[in-house]
């Protein structure tokens, strides 16, 4: 998705692939990891040929690659490393900031023990 | 406002935040020190974690879990590398299979948490180094609170910062 700009079309793609709970969920992971169809298949309660015409439309909107390796098709988001190192990086600080959220509600939890 | 700033090093794939606390510096030691303080905040309420060793001293290992909302256990390991109170903790951190025993291949990440006692006050500041990416993606995945809600939000800044490139 490095792209410096977008046509129409390529926009209404875009914004079609990602109208879909489905289809964003399915970005949302092959960012993380890749899947092949089949273990896309699995996680959504639908068939193979529906989650292979999701991935089809994502793949039109260039959010996602298939690349065929034996029988499967693995599919990918379509990121290079510096960015999505950026995501995860983004995702560990959101660990983090929950984590200080904790931490200030345990040590306020203590203040009230004390009045 | 606990989180006073974070730093990203997407080159050395390391991370650093600085968080103050309004509590004394022995009291903010005490979350670290203390297991069960610990187990409170390291998990997110969907993951929470549980520690079945907990040797608190240089040198010292940490064997804990966590438990998802299925039951499924994630396990991780701690080796203690520091430990001057109320100042400094360093400690390296990887997972571990059903066993307890490190999961090698996945590496490590080595992080050191340093308090600061600002009167009354207390600045926390953490650094993680992480050894790859992979081992990033393990870690986000293992200790995210509803991950994937979280990196659909980030699908849309993705495609905004790649509209302004």
Do not use: C
Not at chain 1, 78 to 101: P, T
Not at chain 2, 64 to 91: C, H, N, Q, S
Not at chain 2, 93 to 117: I, K, M, Q, R, S
Not at chain 2, 127 to 149: D, R, Y
């Amino acid at each position: 998705m490095v792209v410096d700009m977008l046509s129409e079309d390529e926009v209404d793609r875009l914004f079609q692939a990602l109208a879909d709970a489905t289809r964003r969920d399915i970005v949302a992971r092959v960012l993380i990891a890749e899947y092949s169809v089949s273990g896309l298949a699995e996680q959504y309660d639908m068939s193979f040929a529906a989650v292979q015409k999701h991935v089809a439309v994502l793949e039109r909107a260039s959010l996602v690659t298939k690349e065929r390796r034996g029988r499967e098709q693995i599919v990918r988001g379509q990121v290079d490393g510096v960015q999505k190192a950026r995501r995860l990086l983004d995702e560990y600080e959101e660990i983090w900031r929950q984590r200080v959220d904790r931490i200030t509600d345990i040590l306020a939890a203590d203040a009230q023990d004390e009045d | 406002m606990a989180v006073i700033s974070t730093e990203k090093d997407i080159e050395a794939l390391s991370f650093r935040l600085v968080a103050e606390f309004d509590a004394g510096v022995e009291r903010v030691w005490r979350i670290w020190a203390d297991p069960k303080q610990l187990e409170r905040w390291w998990g997110p309420p969907t993951w929470p974690a549980t520690f079945d060793a907990y040797e608190f001293e240089q040198g010292g290992r940490a064997a804990y879990y966590m438990t998802g909302p299925d039951g499924e256990k994630a396990r991780g390991w701690w080796r203690i590398t520091a430990v001057e109170p109320p100042y400094r903790l360093a400690f390296d951190d990887g997972f571990a299979d059903e066993n307890g025993d490190p999961v090698a291949d996945l590496g490590e990440t080595h992080a050191t948490v340093t308090l600061e006692d600002m009167g009354g006050r207390t600045r926390m500041i953490m650094v993680t180094a992480f050894e790859s990416l992979e081992q990033l993606n393990q870690m986000v995945e293992m200790g995210m609170e509803e991950g994937l809600k979280l990196a659909l939000g980030q699908v849309d800044a993705l495609l905004a910062e790649d509209a302004s490139v």
